[in-house]
C-alpha cells in the first residue's frame, strides 16, 4: 500500500491495488461468515484457503516494490518515504492494540501493515539493482510455492488472525523492483467502469483496508444476533 505522489500515480500500480482490495474483502467476508458459524470453510487446511489470502499478501507487496521503484526512481526521497513509513506504522500499532483488546488469543503482532513498513525499508538496497532484486525474490519464493507448505521460514510460533513474517514476503518486493524496471507500470487498461473503481479503490487501498473489516465483523455480527435472538 505504498504510494507514489498523486501527480505521478500509476494506473497501473492503482489498479492493481484496487484489485488486491477487491480479493482481501472477499477473503476477509468469507473468514467472517466461518467465524460466526453461518456457513462452514476450512480456512485452516483447504489449499484454496491456504494459497488465496498469501495471492492476497504477495500482490500488495509486489505493489509495494513497484511503488518504491517509481517514486523513488532518481534516488531516494527520504521525507516522502519516512512520512509514508511512519503512517504504516502507526496504523499497525493501531491494529496490534485494538485487536489485542478484542482478541488477545489472536491479535495481529506483525501483520500485512507490519510487514509492510519492514518490507519497505529492507527493499531500498536493490532499487537500482533490478537483476539482484530477482535473483534473490526467486530464491525466497519458488522454495515456497514447490516445497512443503511447512517448510521453516524465520518467523515466530504464532496463533494470529495476520502473521507475515518479512521473509519470504519481502521477495515479493523484490520482485516488483524488477517488474517496474521492466517496464510493468506502463501496462494499459480500457477505460471502463470496472478499471475505474478498481482505480479508485487502489488510490484509497490503505483506507478501505483499514474499515473495511470493521464494518463486515459488526454487520455480521448484527446478523448473528438478529438470527439467534
Known amino acids: 500500500m505504498e504510494e507514489v505522489k498523486h501527480?505521478?500515480?500509476?494506473?497501473?500500480?492503482?489498479?492493481?491495488?484496487?484489485?488486491?482490495?477487491?480479493?482481501?474483502?472477499?477473503?476477509?467476508?468469507?473468514?467472517?461468515?466461518?467465524?460466526?458459524?453461518?456457513?462452514?470453510?476450512?480456512?485452516?487446511?483447504?489449499?484454496?484457503?491456504?494459497?488465496?489470502?498469501?495471492?492476497?499478501?504477495?500482490?500488495?507487496?509486489?505493489?509495494?516494490?513497484?511503488?518504491?521503484?517509481?517514486?523513488?526512481r532518481e534516488g531516494i526521497k527520504w521525507k516522502p518515504?519516512?512520512?509514508?513509513?511512519?503512517?504504516?506504522?502507526f496504523w499497525a500499532v493501531v491494529i496490534s492494540a485494538v485487536t489485542y483488546k478484542f482478541f488477545p488469543n489472536n491479535w495481529i503482532y506483525f501483520g500485512t501493515l507490519h510487514s509492510i513498513a519492514v518490507v519497505s525499508v529492507m527493499s531500498l538496497p536493490f532499487l537500482k539493482r533490478p537483476r539482484e532484486a530477482l535473483i534473490i525474490g526467486?530464491?525466497?519464493?519458488?522454495?515456497?510455492?514447490?516445497?512443503?507448505?511447512?517448510?521453516?521460514?524465520?518467523?515466530?510460533?504464532?496463533?494470529s488472525w495476520d502473521y507475515i513474517s518479512p521473509f519470504p514476503w519481502v521477495g515479493a518486493s523484490l520482485l516488483g523492483i524488477f517488474a517496474a524496471h521492466k517496464g510493468i507500470q506502463r501496462i494499459e487498461f480500457p477505460q471502463n467502469s470496472l478499471v475505474k473503481s478498481l482505480n479508485y479503490l487502489g488510490k484509497h487501498s490503505l483506507f478501505v483496508y483499514l474499515i473495511h473489516q470493521p464494518i463486515l465483523f459488526g454487520i455480521l455480527m448484527l446478523v448473528v444476533k438478529v438470527i439467534r435472538s
Open 7 to 72: 501527480k505521478n500515480r500509476s494506473l497501473f500500480l492503482d489498479v492493481l491495488r484496487g484489485f488486491t482490495v477487491v480479493l482481501m474483502i472477499i477473503f476477509h467476508f468469507s473468514f467472517d461468515l466461518d467465524y460466526f458459524g453461518l456457513v462452514s470453510f476450512d480456512i485452516v487446511h483447504h489449499p484454496f484457503w491456504y494459497f488465496f489470502p498469501r495471492l492476497i499478501v504477495f500482490l500488495f507487496l509486489f505493489a509495494v516494490g513497484v511503488a518504491l521503484t517509481l517514486a523513488h
Open 81 to 89: 518515504f519516512f512520512k509514508r513509513l511512519l503512517l504504516i506504522v
Open 138 to 159: 526467486l530464491c525466497l519464493f519458488i522454495p515456497s510455492i514447490t516445497m512443503d507448505k511447512t517448510i521453516p521460514w524465520i518467523q515466530l510460533p504464532h496463533s
